[in-house]
């Protein structure tokens, strides 16, 4: 009942902003408080987890939700791996809302959408039903699109509606997924369509239909992630976005998440055998998105040609198919989250303060804005994978993973997507001189520094930052043994003998 | 005799009220006292619905049969019926058509479709099609003085006249290859004899007529004009009662000739094929549209071929899919229809560059038709979706995953033209300035709004009535 609680807390406390419509500082002050008590309540599920169980938290409603003839309800439970998101899910909330405070235009409906967004994520990351899955997936997007095209840059309104399409056009082909999973599943429940997750684990597909289930379900996860060649709503979403940190620290760890727990679980021996085929698309995204941010000039653009970089990274990892590297994918998505985050909330301001998309038109704020510089140095340093930061531990797990992984094969892989490592150096310390170092234009010298409420929100995320890098086992020991369970899930699963040789 | 009269309440109950209103407007001529009497009128016949709700059984001689079917199928043309009547005082007004005739006009096509969702003989289900026709017929033309209305009743009278053609010829074919025309002893000479080349001819053209009324591809051209000259709340009930009325029929006979039609691969490729047509013509028609009013007439095509994906899958499911989803349909249909009527009437052009900062103006009219166009467009957690899923659900248990995939696919095009209504709305800046009043008819809105998200939420009792109707239904 408490996750429940979590969950729709943000949604249901949301309504009673319209009561503040004419004031509009409360609005904000509420709203900021509606998603530090959802925090707090995250932190309480954290403390209260049991690291060695599985499920926890489970709580059941709505049985026979669409009718007798199907076995759907309203269940949601956390195991390890879904609580560190959903715990950091609700920690970027709470500093996505404090980082929203200067919003000027129709701001109840803007903290209306930000609050509904963050129970569909939330419910996202807590369900443990297909179908309740499928319906935060796609409410997700009503939030996403209004929040985009009404608060979002120039060309907000095609980038909500590129958003979207791309989106639905591949959840929607997950909708028939889920259906004719349902279909299979009833040969273990008794005859009855289901979508119980717990039940479906134990299903064994014949190959053909795993192989088509997991294109069917992974389509999905590839657009939202977005992995190579499927990534091009990506740029033009992220730099018209107002929520560019909310999004990349949040959003794109959905579908890394759903890969693992679905197409994974479900579909092992198909995503066995597609690893390869997914390890060079994820290599090639390493690299695509890393050599793409090093040629641009819009800062915006830049950053999410990183993150699309660093969703390469997670995906190798997954599909590493050990525990290391899976173990790495959940370091991983909290650092860069916080990273990117940060570097996101950084140029966001800049562009709001001096108007200009492009990193040619800054030069030399440090002086002027000393603790922004500082901030973004942190944060580019994390986001390149320096040591005693959030990111090292993260792409050192899934390198060592990817390295030894005999799923993938052959140790190139990881050799390669190392390649992207490197770049990740070329385009951020240019990024980071270009803004903060050298001469200065007089025209920038009346951008200020942090006030005192960004000052909270980056040192906050440097603080985890540090945190992540320096205790990663703080995080590590909850998902330690869901990775080791789902591992030791995908070694039992396969039925021809060969391919258990494989792992 | 005494339980005749019982199980045909609610039809009864409707005649008596027509003949009400009828003196009534003759003798008084004040419209906005039939407007309300023909509301009180609404809640008298729901109320009879409920009274005789757990009844079934035939009457009169076997011509009407009161189901879970045919009740279910009754509120939603009363739903659809009071909605209309709720909105339209401001167009009509607007228009200078505000006559009583229009409320009693209203009433007496619901008498038809009411008699067409209980018919058990094809001379009744004949008789309720051309009542509830002929007074569309005069609903669609109602703005005498526009060229356009006069139009669209003059094409969708001509038309219609055809497809009672067909309708009627093919009831006369199965007469002669069966020698019956209720349709239950149809179906046992049927067991006897088997079918013959005659009752498919027949019940073809039967089917033609009715797809007619739901503007099925190819028998769609029509609708576009239609909807577009027809006065907006005249257009919205068309597209929602009628086509309600019409799935009604198709599902009696479809459940009737169950046992022929089931797993008769014709039947459901012929009807999966239809499905298709309507699903592609009319999702990619509607995205070229600059008109709202035509670019929702296409958007009914589409979804006319959604609730076909339902008939093709047949059995249980299926239907009864079909007809969770009439309803979904009629509550936003409508919505989005009204919406387009109240702007109208505030001097609103019906373009998607009129639609420019609505938002702005009206913030609860530019929500509730945000919420009837994800609704629309089958975003989740709304009832459009359920509707959707059921149908699609039923498809791929029948085997026609191919099916589901094409719409859903379709229904990803869809996305768009809802979409750029909403961009418009909320993300343009107006032209010129706007001046909008919201008026009461706004808060019948809100309500179906907050209806479309409860129902698809917590869609469970309906989904149980739904199924155990069609349980029933399918009971000799």
């Known amino acids: ?503 | 005799m005494l339980h005749d009269f019982l199980l045909s309440l609610p039809i009864l109950t409707t005649t008596l009220w027509v003949v009400l209103l009828i003196v009534i407007e003759a003798l008084l001529q004040r419209h906005i006292i039939t407007k309300y009497l023909s509301l009180v009128g609404f809640a008298v016949v729901a109320a009879s619905t409920v009274y005789v709700f757990s009844e079934q059984g035939f009457a009169f001689s076997e011509m009407v049969r009161a189901s879970t079917i045919s009740h279910f199928a009754n509120f939603v043309f009363l739903l659809s019926g009071a909605i209309v009547t709720l909105i339209s005082d401001r167009y009509l007004e607007e228009e200078r058509i505000w006559f009583g005739e229009y409320y009693v006009m209203m009433f007496i096509s619901i008498l038809g479709m009411m008699l067409m969702a209980s018919a058990a003989n094809m001379a009744v289900l004949f008789i309720g099609l051309e009542t509830m026709s002929i007074a569309l017929y005069i609903l669609a033309g109602l703005m005498r003085r526009d060229r356009r209305s006069n139009e669209a009743a003059m094409k969708y009278f001509l038309l219609g006249s055809f497809a009672s053609g067909f309708f009627l010829y093919g009831i006369a074919l199965i007469y002669g290859a069966t020698g019956e025309l209720a349709l239950h002893r149809i179906t046992e000479v049927l067991q006897l004899r088997g079918t013959s080349p005659l009752f498919w001819i027949g019940l073809s053209l039967l089917m033609i007529g009715l797809f007619f009324k739901i503007s099925a591809v190819p028998f769609h051209q029509w609708t576009p004009d239609v909807y577009q000259g027809a006065p907006t709340p005249a257009a919205a009930f068309m597209s929602t009662g009628a086509k309600a009325a019409a799935f009604a029929a198709i599902i009696s006979v479809a459940s009737n000739f169950a046992a022929q039609l089931q797993g008769n691969l014709n039947w459901s490729s012929a009807v999966a094929i239809i499905a298709v047509a309507s699903m592609i013509v009319g999702n990619v028609a509607a995205l070229v549209q600059e008109e709202l009013k035509r670019m929702l007439a296409y958007s009914s095509i589409a979804h006319a071929g959604y609730m076909l994906v339902g008939i093709a899958a047949g059995g249980a499911e299926g239907f009864s899919a079909v007809i969770y989803y009439t309803l979904v349909y009629t509550l936003m249909n409508i919505g989005a229809f009204s919406v387009v009527a109240l702007l109208e009437a505030e001097g609103l052009g019906t373009s998607y560059s009129d639609y420019a900062g609505v938002f702005k103006k009206s913030p609860l009219l530019a929500g509730v038709m945000a919420i009837f166009m994800l609704s629309l467009a089958g975003l989740p957690p709304l009832a459009g979706f359920i509707g959707k899923y059921k149908v699609f659900a039923a498809a791929i248990s029948a085997g026609m995953t191919w099916l589901a995939l094409i719409g859903v696919l379709a229904s990803a095009i869809s996305a768009y033209y809802y979409l750029r209504v909403m961009v418009s709305m909320f993300m343009r800046e107006p032209d010129q300035p706007l001046n909008l009043r919201t008026s009461g008819s706004a808060l019948t809105l809100a309500l179906v709004a907050l209806a479309i998200v409860l129902l698809g939420i917590f869609p469970t009792e309906i989904l149980k009535l739904t199924s155990k109707a069609i349980e029933l239904g399918f009971a000799p």
């Open chain 1, 1 to 503: 009942m408490i996750l429940t609680i979590t969950i729709f807390l943000p949604f249901l406390a949301s309504f009673l902003l319209f009561a503040f419509a004419r004031a509009e500082r409360f609005a904000k002050l509420y709203a900021v408080l509606v998603t530090l008590v959802t925090f707090g309540l995250g932190l309480f599920l954290a403390l209260n987890f049991n690291a060695e169980a599985g499920f926890q938290f489970q709580h059941v409603a709505l049985e026979q939700w669409l009718g007798s003839s199907a076995d759907i309800k309203y269940s949601v439970a956390l195991d390890g791996l879904s609580l560190a998101l959903f715990v950091f899910a609700t920690f970027m909330f709470m500093l996505g809302a404090l980082a929203s405070w200067s919003v000027e235009k129709s701001v109840c409906e803007y903290f209306f959408f930000l609050l509904m967004l963050e129970t569909c994520i939330l419910g996202i990351f807590a369900a443990t039903d297909l179908f309740l899955y499928y319906i935060f997936w796609e409410a997700m997007l009503i939030p996403m699109y209004f929040l985009i095209g009404m608060w979002g840059g120039a060309r907000r309104a095609e980038a909500a509606t590129k958003f979207v399409l791309y989106m639905l056009t591949a959840s929607l082909v997950m909708l028939v997924g889920v259906i004719y999973v349902g279909y299979m599943g009833r040969e273990v429940n008794g005859g009855i369509f289901t979508t119980d997750y717990q039940k479906l684990l134990a299903l064994r597909l014949p190959f053909d239909v795993e192989q088509i289930l997991f294109w069917i379900f992974g389509l999905s996860f590839f657009v939202k992630s977005p992995l190579f060649p499927l990534h091009t709503w990506a740029a033009d979403v992220y730099s018209e976005s107002p929520t560019g940190a909310v999004l990349t620290g949040v959003l794109l760890k959905m579908a890394p998440y759903a890969l693992v727990r679905f197409n994974l679980m479900l579909f092992p021996e198909a995503s066995l055998s597609y690893a390869p085929l997914i390890g060079v698309l994820a290599v090639i995204t390493v690299l695509y998105g890393a050599s793409v941010a090093a040629a641009q000039r819009q800062m915006k653009r830049l950053l999410a040609f990183s993150s699309v970089s660093h969703l390469g990274f997670l995906i190798l990892g997954i599909f590493a198919f050990s525990e290391e590297s899976l173990q790495g994918v959940i370091l991983y998505m909290l650092g860069s989250g916080l990273s990117t985050g940060l570097l996101f909330l950084i140029v966001a301001k800049l562009e709001q303060d001096y108007g200009s998309k492009d990193m040619h038109d800054y030069g030399g704020l440090k002086k002027t804005m000393p603790l922004a510089a500082s901030a973004f140095l942190v944060a580019a340093m994390a986001s390149v994978g320096l040591p005693g930061l959030s990111g090292f531990v993260g792409e050192f797990l899934i390198l060592i993973g990817a390295f030894k992984s005999q799923a993938l094969g052959t140790g190139l892989y990881a050799s390669l997507s190392a390649i992207g490592v490197i770049l990740a150096v070329v385009y951020m310390l240019p990024l980071t001189q270009r803004l903060f170092f050298g001469e200065m234009r007089q025209a920038l010298s009346q951008l200020r520094d942090f006030n005192l409420r960004e000052a909270v929100i980056a040192t906050t995320m440097i603080l985890a930052m540090l945190w992540l890098g320096l205790m990663p086992n703080s995080v590590l020991k909850f998902s330690a043994s869901s990775s080791r369970a789902t591992i030791e899930h995908l070694k039992a699963m396969p039925k021809q003998a060969e391919r258990t040789q494989r792992f």
